[in-house]
Every structure is written in structure tokens, then in C-alpha cells.
């Protein structure tokens, strides 16, 4: 069989050998997930349901449909103060991503990004023929402005931020929002803001500060699987430059077509929907296991999203992992989001049982 250099580059994701182990544990209790644990809420589904009753099952425009764009460059605008002239609706953050990169990335261009990250970040970018270029924010995992200009070279294309953090949980503080948009600019290089969990934010979150507010070429990334629960649907969206998104409209027409129709209308309907109660109730899940935790293991308390990074007695959590699945505990090593393996990554998207269930467990391995 002839395969592609590009797919030979490509290790598989070390979460899939923790899934294979783990699916040979019975009833495990299951802190690894990276979705919510709560479903669509009723009026959202009942939105999409309607539209298929309806016959609205076809194909949509490229960029997405008229309304839903509007709808969310208004809410950006008005609501975020983002400084975006266009948006593209797009199969997930992941799909907005890779379009993105698509269309700006040439073979060789560099993109930094902070470590620990998103394992796909990594892949994407490489699949193009591009470098990414890693910045250690170990211990407290935030951006040290001379790590960050350290990085950046004559190859530079972009800087990837994600905030809140999948896998520390921790959020962009204002000065470094501001470092960051400071240091682009000044070397006239682009940002993307991947902000999928923006609503998950559980201290000051009435102080956030976006990236795309503060510099006009920014590419910031968003979507509805997250604060809605609509991973399943497969909907983001991207919003920037116009010129930049209207080459993403034309590259989508060749890379994804369209994207799910129903899931738009109901999308315009989920941003009417007010999600407050949810995330109060993730922050505390984010309390329970911190508490749980903090004298057991060096971890930083997370700000946002719904992931907890400690480190591990001995500093190897590939191993960790593999004792804990012993105890039938499912986390994820650190190693899958990091050149470190220090760290692992535990997940509150749970019942309060299997948190309560798991913080037992991970008090007796340390």
C-alpha cells in the first residue's frame, strides 16, 4: 500500500491507547471526557426538530446561512467588543481551524503555540507542511513575554491561544491578553483566538478580555458544542478579517461544502439561551475536586473550561494513568497535550458521584 509522506508523519493519539486499555476496565469511572455531561437543552432541540419537520434539510451556503452569520457578528460585535468584518459558519472549532490554516499557511511558515495545547493544533498545522513551534509555560501555564518573543522568527505566520485552556483550565489574564495582542502586532503577525470555551469562565469572568478586541487580525474561533452541548452537531464558526474569511468561504467549498443545516436555525435560537445556571453548576464541580485535591497534589486551580492538570507523584503520568485505570479511575496523561508527561489531565464534565468517587481514588495513588 502506497501511503502519503504527510499520513506517515502523523503517531496516532496517545488518548486512543488509554481508550483501548480503559474499555477492557468494567463500569470505570470515567473523568476523561472532553464534552459536557449535560445534553442540548429542550428548547434548542425542539428549534432543530422543527426545522427538519420543516424540509429545511439541504444543502446552505458555504459560508453558512445569512441569518445565522448576522446573528453572530452582531452578538461578537456588540456583546464581546471582537473587532471582526465577516464570519464563516464551519464544521466545529476543528473544521474552522484547518480552513484557516488552509488559507494562510504556506509549506515551512512556523505557528506558536503555548504548551500544554489541544492535540490537534499540533497535526493540523504539520499536515500543511508547516512548523508549529512550542512556548513552555510551565509551572503556573502563563505566557512569559520573553518565551513568547523568543519564539517567534522570520517563519513566524501566527500565534494559536487557547482560552480557557484544554487541558489546564487556566484563562488569559489582562495583562497578558494585552502582552500578547502587543507583541503581534509589533511584529505584524496573525492571532488565533480559539475560544470555544468561553462561557466557562468561573472567576471575574465580567473582566474577560478577548483577543479579537484588542487586535484587529485576530481569527477568533467559537462554536456551540460546549456551552450548549451540541457536540453531535458539528457547528462553529470563525470570525476575522473579511478578506481572510471570504478565502475560507471559497476554500470550504472544496474542503466540507456546506454545513449541517438544521443545526444552524437551531444555533441562532441557542444564542438566545441563557446558560447561566449551567456553568455556576460546573464551578462547582471545578471547587469539589480542586478542594478534593489541593493537599494531595502541586495543581493549579482552574479559571475556566472543565479540565484540572495536576502533577503526579514521580512526575510520570503515562504511568499514573495506567495505575489508576487499575483502580478503575479513566483520566488522560499529560503526555497526549504536552512535551511533558508530568501532568494529567482530570475531568469535572462528571456526576458529582463519579468526582466524589474519583477524588477518593486519586487521594489514595498520592
Given at each position: ?11 496516532p ?5 488509554i481508550?483501548d486499555?480503559a474499555?477492557k ?7 476523561s471526557?472532553?464534552e459536557?455531561d ?6 434548542i ?5 422543527s426545522?427538519i ?9 458555504s ?11 452582531h ?10 468584518h465577516?464570519v464563516?459558519?464551519t464544521?466545529g ?34 499536515l ?13 501555564f ?23 485552556n ?7 489574564s489582562?495583562?497578558?491578553?494585552e502582552m ?9 503577525i496573525?492571532?488565533f ?8 469562565m468561573?472567576?471575574?469572568?465580567d473582566?474577560r ?7 484587529e ?37 472544496y ?8 443545526a ?9 439561551y441563557?446558560?447561566k ?19 494531595k ?5 482552574p ?7 495536576p ?12 495505575k ?12 497526549v497535550?504536552?512535551?511533558k508527561k508530568?501532568?494529567?489531565r ?5 456526576s458529582?458521584?463519579n468526582i466524589?468517587?474519583g477524588?477518593e ?6
Amino acid at each position: 500500500m502506497q501511503l502519503s509522506e504527510r499520513v506517515r508523519s502523523v503517531r496516532p493519539s496517545g488518548v486512543r491507547k488509554i481508550f483501548d486499555m480503559a474499555r477492557k476496565v468494567k463500569d470505570p469511572i470515567d473523568l476523561s471526557i472532553g464534552e459536557p455531561d449535560f445534553d442540548i437543552p429542550e428548547p434548542i432541540k425542539e428549534e432543530g426538530i422543527s426545522w427538519i419537520r420543516a424540509g429545511f434539510n439541504k444543502y446552505t451556503p458555504s459560508g453558512g446561512i445569512p441569518e445565522l452569520r448576522e446573528t453572530l457578528l452582531h452578538h461578537l460585535r456588540k456583546d464581546k467588543g471582537i473587532k471582526c468584518h465577516d464570519v464563516i459558519i464551519t464544521p466545529g472549532v476543528t473544521g474552522g481551524l484547518l480552513l484557516a490554516l488552509m488559507v494562510t499557511l504556506n509549506p515551512l511558515d512556523e505557528v506558536i503555540i503555548p504548551d500544554p495545547y489541544f492535540v490537534l493544533y499540533e497535526y493540523q498545522i504539520m499536515l500543511l507542511g508547516a512548523r508549529p513551534v512550542f512556548v513552555d509555560t510551565y509551572p503556573d501555564f502563563t505566557i512569559k513575554e520573553e518565551r513568547l518573543r523568543a519564539a517567534i522568527t522570520d517563519r513566524t505566520k501566527a500565534i494559536l491561544i487557547n482560552s480557557p485552556n484544554n487541558p489546564t483550565g487556566m484563562v488569559l489574564s489582562k495583562e497578558e491578553s494585552e502582552m500578547i495582542a502587543k507583541v503581534a502586532r509589533e511584529k505584524n503577525i496573525l492571532l488565533f483566538s480559539d475560544d470555544i470555551y468561553d462561557r466557562f469562565m468561573y472567576d471575574g469572568e465580567d473582566k474577560r478580555v478577548y483577543l479579537g478586541s484588542l487586535y484587529e487580525n485576530t481569527l477568533t474561533f467559537g462554536g456551540f458544542s460546549k456551552t450548549w452541548g451540541m457536540t453531535g452537531w458539528r457547528l462553529g464558526y470563525v470570525a476575522g478579517p473579511a478578506e481572510i474569511i471570504q478565502c475560507m468561504v471559497t476554500m470550504q467549498q472544496y474542503v466540507f461544502s456546506s454545513v449541517n443545516s438544521f443545526a444552524q436555525k437551531a444555533a441562532i435560537k441557542a444564542l438566545q439561551y441563557d446558560t447561566k445556571d449551567l456553568i455556576d453548576n460546573y464551578r462547582k464541580k471545578r471547587d469539589l475536586i480542586y478542594e478534593g485535591i489541593k493537599d494531595k497534589y502541586n495543581v493549579i486551580k482552574p479559571k475556566g473550561a472543565y479540565f484540572i492538570f495536576p502533577e503526579v507523584p514521580g512526575g510520570d503520568g503515562d504511568r499514573f494513568v495506567e495505575k489508576a485505570l487499575k483502580k478503575k479511575l479513566f483520566i488522560i496523561p499529560g503526555s497526549v497535550f504536552s512535551y511533558k508527561k508530568t501532568n494529567v489531565r482530570i475531568s469535572f464534565a462528571a456526576s458529582e458521584e463519579n468526582i466524589i468517587k474519583g477524588i477518593e481514588i486519586l487521594r489514595k495513588l498520592a
